[in-house]
């Protein structure tokens, strides 16, 4: 495997559902960083890692959840979301948290019913 | 002030024309401004920067000018082909600043 991978690539899921999006990079970084993505609007930063550690969250609601075991890997738990969180959410990583070229996994569509 | 402005929302052009995509900001402590390209099912990827140090910058058939008086920015594609027809992001960033500001994207279509 190259660049970041994510999986899975589609997930549908009730509001009750609890579930688990994976990020790893292969690219020896050491920022890795959660975005979501809508249709026609900005992508949106949720969460950004330096080290494994937390170094941003925008303001993100709680029933988003990310964690960071290692420098490769990230996780996005989700609980009781709601439909309007059904979008794309992409995994990013950069060589260090001022990395200014950030390359993208392909991205988990969420669609929650 | 945090916000950058990107138009048009959708450009079809037709192969060999030169699409432009243009962006503006407000806040003039930006200072890297780069555009990612995104095809269908794939993430963003870094496709040209720049620094407003300079007025123009080229990389094979991607052009970048950069008017710092007027706080904009546009991406011209010279020659265009089909295989270009993705959505394009401006963005901009502070020095140093992890956190990159988006533009809504542009997706363009290259009729053959």
């Known amino acids: 495997e190259t660049g970041v991978t994510q999986t899975p690539r589609h997930l549908v899921m009730g509001m009750t559902n609890k579930k688990s999006l994976k990020c790893e990079q292969h690219?020896?970084?050491?920022?890795m960083y959660w975005y979501k993505q809508s249709a026609k609007k900005p992508l949106e930063l949720m969460f950004v890692y330096s080290l494994e550690e937390r170094v941003e969250n925008n303001s993100v609601p709680s029933r988003f959840s990310p964690e960071c075991p290692n420098s490769s890997h990230l996780f996005l738990h989700l609980h009781t979301l709601q439909p309007e969180d059904s979008a794309l959410y992409l995994c990013a990583s950069s060589q260090d948290p001022g990395g200014l070229n950030q390359y993208f996994g392909p991205g988990t569509r969420l669609t929650v019913l | 002030q945090q916000q950058v402005k990107q138009s048009p929302q959708s450009l079809i052009v037709q192969k060999g024309g030169i699409p432009i995509i243009n962006c503006a900001y407000e806040n003039t402590a930006f200072d890297y401004f780069p555009w990612y390209q995104q095809f269908p099912g794939k993430g963003p990827a870094l496709l040209i920067a720049?620094?407003?140090d300079v007025s123009e910058k080229k990389e094979g058939r991607f052009t970048i000018s950069f008017n710092k008086s007027a706080k904009q920015f546009s991406l011209h594609i010279m020659d265009s082909q089909p295989g270009d027809s993705a959505t394009y992001f401006c963005a901009a960033s502070i020095n140093s600043n992890y956190q990159l500001i988006w533009g809504a994207g542009t997706k363009l279509i290259i009729k053959p």
């Open positions: 690219l020896g970084h050491n920022a």
């Open positions: 720049i620094r407003p």
